[in-house]
Structures are given as structure tokens and as C-alpha cells.
């Protein structure tokens, strides 16, 4: 049977109350049996008549992410929410199967596309998952979508010039900024208003996107000329209780500008200890990558200095179009008693925009077939919370961009669900190829645009 979402209760499935309005979640429980075909060539996805549209995503639902994940996952059925209640795709109700990570995202991935029939992909919240899981993708052929990932690498496709950092694949494709267009839009900021000589130093987690973004950051800002001194760089682990000795590190170093990436959880573990430790009174600014999401902001409550220049893939003041006013309205209606603060976060504009991608692909295509979806999401400029973006037809990127603001308590007509701080003094970069191919030559690091 079915919610008014078009979300189906099949076996083994668990009601999930909490997280939003009778939402059905399809969470890692039964095994994955042995592939016997490949969707791409033997439709193993739902591959037309005339029943449900199923799409299958796979975020973080539990641990560090997940109060990310479930917020990536509610604007997915958000966006489904409205696409059923105008006419649904091509005349067909949407149905969404979500699942966790898990500790076998790869075997959730088989299962949606082998066992549940989804017609399409979309996620995740892991860039060093999502590298690990192209593979499994490339093999299925049924579309996906990412909608959480910053890891560049996933939509570069020159092998030939960037080798294994060259990971894109025929059919996958982005709706989030990603960490080149974050950093570069950081770095661009940064040399406009700091001057030569300014030390930075970074402090992020201690993986791929920690290491990428600290990456991309330094080159954009050298193919800049900023002229900027690099100081300590540190790497707490991801998910670490204690960031202090990291956090002391930094202080030591005594730079001007503090660069970070942690995300999530994380965020609130590095601002309250660093607050705790004076951090701030060393420091001018702080640019963050991700930070800044109001899933953030509540956790923090009144620790959050002002004037801290934070970023994220979106934030729902920073656009003004009749798509972003639907969503948030939207959400904020469905989520409102839910455990969710009823703001999409850093994540809801891209994960938003992913089921509306399939729908245009379908209709366009008038069918469900992968080669023919993948073959109409290459190039497809669709209406967008961020307003209109388009699919490279050859990276499959969307030029969506990177919103920068300052962190702020003035939160004038904004009629927040929680005491604590916002994102005021917004602005938005994106990023195209041609000028992040000049700004990174003899980086050895890839576009990804």
C-alpha cells in the first residue's frame, strides 16, 4: 500500500515516524541476492509499463550524518510530494526507496536496482563511498543522481590528463555544487577581501574530502594570486569527540584565517570546543565549506560568533524564485512536527531538484529506459531551487552554485523554528570549465565541472 508520497510499505519495511509526515523508509535488512543481469542492458530497473515510477536512494541515515541524511532524504520526498500531486511522471505515481548506507552501500545499491526494480538512483553522503560504489553503478547502468557529494573526481571524465582522479561515468550525474566550485567560490571571496601576506591555516576531517577541499582551496587561491601564507593544517578524525588538540595546534600557529571543512555533527563538536579554547579571539574569519545549514545553527544556539564567513550548496534565503518559495513552504509543512528543524538544509536544494531532473528526463524521453533517461539528462536545464541550472553535457555537473554569507543573530523578517544564528549578506558563484581549468593549471587537480 501506499502514502500520499506514493511510498510503498513492502516487505521489510519499517515505519519510521520520527522523521517525518507517515513516511516509509526502506532501511538495510535483506540480503542481496547474486546479480543475474545487468540493468543496463536487460532492464533490470523498472523499465516501463504502466505502474509506479520507482526511484531508489541510498543516504547516511544513521551516526555522525545522520540528521544530514534525513534532511537530504526529506527533501527528496518533498519534491516527490508535489511531482504526485501535479499528475505525478508522465501520469505515474512516484515511488521513493530509501535506504541507509549501511556498512554494504554497495549491496543497498544492487537490492534497489535488482530487487525493488527502481528506475533510478540518487544520494549519497560519502564522497569516499561514492568513489568506492562507481563500480557497482557502472555495472547496473540505471541512472543516478548525486545530490550530497563534494569529491570532484566523480564528475571528471579526462582520464587521459587526470587519470584514476578522472572517476566520472556515463551515467551519473550532480545536482550539488561541488567542493571545486565550494572551494573556488571560497577562494575567490577570500582574495577579494583579505589582503597579500594573510595566513591561513585549515582544520578539516581526516579523509578524501578533508584533504580535496584543503586542496582546491590553496590552488584556486594561488591561480588567484591572493599571495596568501599557508599555515598548520590538521586533520581530527571524522566523528572525534575531542578536537582540541587539533584546535590547539591552530591557535599556536596563530594564523589570520581559518579554513575549514568538518560537516554535519561536527560542526557543532568544532565550534563549541573552539570556542571553549578561544580560537576565535585568535582569528578574523572562518571560512567553512559546509557549515553552514540551520540543522547547524539549532545545534548551536548562541556559540556561534558573528561576521564568520560560512558556506554551503544552498540556503533557502539566498534564492528568490517561485521553485525555492514551493520547497521551503512546502517542506516546512510536512516536516514541521517531525524531529527535523523544518528548514532544508545545506543539501535540500540539490536533493530537491534530483526527482524533477528524472521527471523532465521521463517525459521528455517517454520512457523509463536508462540510455534513454541518461541520454535527456545530459545537457537538461531545468527550474531549480536555485533557479535555472543545466547538466554539462560532458562532465554531467550542474552549475549549480556555492553560497557564502556571514553568520548572524539579526535575523530581520526571517521567522526562524529555532533560537540561534543564520546566514545574512548572502551570495552566490558558480564555476565554469574553461576558468577552472586556467586557475588550476600545474595543480594536477581536476575540475569536476
Not at 569527540?241 to 561536527?266: C, G, K, R
Not at 553568520?407 to 543564520?422: R, V
Not at 558563484?429 to 593549471?441: A, G, V
Request: net charge negative; glycine share 12%.
Amino acid at each position: 500500500m501506499s502514502d500520499k508520497s506514493g511510498r510503498t510499505a513492502g516487505t521489510g519495511s519499517g515505519e519510521q515516524g520520527s522523521r517525518g509526515v507517515n513516511r516509509r523508509r526502506f532501511l538495510a535488512g535483506a540480503g542481496v541476492g547474486a546479480a543475474t543481469a545487468l540493468a543496463g542492458c536487460s532492464g533490470i530497473g523498472g523499465g516501463g509499463g504502466g505502474g509506479p515510477i520507482r526511484i531508489g536512494g541510498v543516504y547516511l541515515l544513521s551516526g555522525l550524518a545522520e540528521a544530514l541524511g534525513a534532511a537530504s532524504e526529506a527533501a527528496v520526498e518533498t519534491a516527490v510530494d508535489v511531482i504526485n500531486e501535479n499528475g505525478g511522471i508522465d501520469g505515474r505515481e512516484v515511488e521513493t526507496f530509501i535506504r541507509d548506507h549501511g556498512n554494504n552501500p554497495q549491496g543497498q545499491v544492487r537490492s534497489l536496482v535488482q530487487e525493488e526494480n527502481v528506475d533510478a538512483l540518487l544520494g549519497m553522503t560519502s564522497s569516499g563511498v561514492t568513489l568506492n560504489t562507481m563500480p557497482t553503478w557502472e555495472s547496473l547502468g540505471v541512472p543516478v543522481i548525486l545530490t550530497d557529494i563534494g569529491t570532484p573526481f566523480a564528475t571528471e571524465h579526462d582520464e587521459e590528463t587526470y587519470g584514476d582522479s578522472a572517476a566520472g561515468i556515463d551515467n551519473l550525474f550532480r545536482t550539488n555544487a561541488n567542493s571545486s566550485i565550494n572551494c573556488y567560490a571560497i577562494a575567490k571571496y577570500a582574495a577579494e577581501n583579505f589582503p597579500e601576506g594573510t595566513r591561513v591555516a585549515n582544520l578539516g576531517p581526516d579523509y578524501a574530502y578533508g584533504t580535496q577541499t584543503w586542496d582546491y582551496f590553496k590552488a584556486y587561491a594561488d591561480g588567484l594570486d591572493a599571495g596568501f601564507e599557508y599555515g598548520a593544517s590538521v586533520f581530527p578524525s571524522l566523528g572525534a569527540s575531542d578536537m582540541t588538540p587539533q584546535i590547539n595546534q591552530v591557535i599556536a600557529d596563530e594564523p589570520d584565517v581559518l579554513f575549514t571543512s568538518v560537516w554535519a555533527a561536527d560542526v557543532v563538536t568544532f565550534v563549541n570546543q573552539a570556542a571553549e579554547a578561544g580560537l576565535y579571539d585568535v582569528v578574523e574569519d572562518q571560512f567553512a565549506t559546509i557549515s553552514a545549514s540551520p540543522d547547524v545553527f539549532a545545534a548551536l544556539g548562541d556559540t556561534v560568533p558573528e561576521g564568520l564567513h560560512w558556506s554551503g550548496w544552498y540556503y533557502h534565503t539566498a534564492f528568490d524564485n517561485d521553485v525555492n518559495d514551493q520547497f521551503v513552504s512546502r517542506y516546512a509543512e510536512l516536516y514541521q512536527d517531525s524531529d527535523l528543524v523544518p528548514l532544508p538544509s545545506f543539501t535540500g536544494g540539490s536533493s530537491y531538484a534530483a526527482p524533477f531532473a528524472y521527471k523532465q528526463a521521463i517525459e521528455s524521453a517517454g520512457s523509463t529506459n536508462s540510455d534513454d533517461i541518461v541520454a535527456e539528462l545530459e545537457g537538461m536545464t531545468l527550474d531549480s531551487p536555485f533557479g535555472e541550472i543545466t547538466l554539462d553535457p560532458d562532465s554531467h555537473q550542474a552549475n549549480s552554485p556555492t553560497v557564502i554569507g556571514e553568520t548572524s543573530y539579526d535575523t530581520g523578517d526571517m521567522d526562524l523554528p529555532y533560537d540561534g544564528a543564520t546566514l545574512t549578506n548572502t551570495q552566490t558563484t558558480t564555476l565554469d570549465r574553461e576558468t577552472s581549468l586556467d586557475l588550476l593549471e600545474g595543480s594536477g587537480l581536476p575540475p569536476g565541472v
